[in-house]
């Protein structure tokens, strides 16, 4: 399998080609076994499921790690307690500061005809005040596949990741991230 179909991770670079140069600058999950330091800081929030989703026609059939039931995922449940534009927040831990720019990788599965939007967020907690900075942003249906994308990190002072579902108009559109950091 290619990296990022097993984790996702904050990495340097992949200078040899084929990642064996790499080392996790800051940790990883696959969600295997729990949600490694990762928290769902809202109200409405992101659960690790494997298989299907509990909506009908959203979100993923399958993982992107397995690509079949067992394989685990964390994702938004876009149920009818949850209103139009409701945010579900999924933080890392704080990491620290150094002078290497990192990228972060990740596959997302948005599927479903009411799907929101999904926004990556840099939170920086020093200097003080905390920042928040967007990196990633998507809206709308997906299609019915897994997606990789990848962001720059700077990280010149302490900081964290944040993923961020934003409730759609309806019941058909989940949210779902495959292992993260």
Not at 141 to 159: C, E, M, P, T, Y
């Amino acid at each position: 399998k290619q990296w990022y179909q097993r984790r996702v991770a904050i990495t340097a670079g992949n200078d040899c080609g084929d990642w064996s140069d790499e080392k996790d600058l800051c940790g990883e999950c696959s969600f295997e076994r729990g949600m490694c330091g990762w928290a769902s800081q809202s109200d409405w929030k992101w659960v690790i499921s494997g298989g299907g989703t509990l909506s009908q026609e959203t979100g993923p059939e399958l993982d992107n790690t397995f690509r079949n039931t067992s394989g685990k995922y964390v994702y938004a449940e876009a149920s009818a307690a949850v209103e139009i534009g409701t945010r579900a927040h999924l933080d890392s831990l704080v990491y620290q500061a150094s002078a290497i720019t990192c990228k972060l990788e990740f596959a997302y599965h948005m599927f479903g005809t009411e799907v929101g939007a999904l926004v990556v967020e840099l939170v920086r907690h020093q200097p003080e005040p905390l920042t928040v900075i967007e990196l990633f942003r998507i809206s709308g249906n997906q299609g019915n596949r897994w997606h990789l994308a990848k962001v720059a990190i700077s990280k010149q002072f302490f900081f964290s990741v944040r993923f961020v579902a934003i409730k759609g108009s309806g019941l058909k559109g989940d949210s779902a991230l495959i292992p993260l950091l």
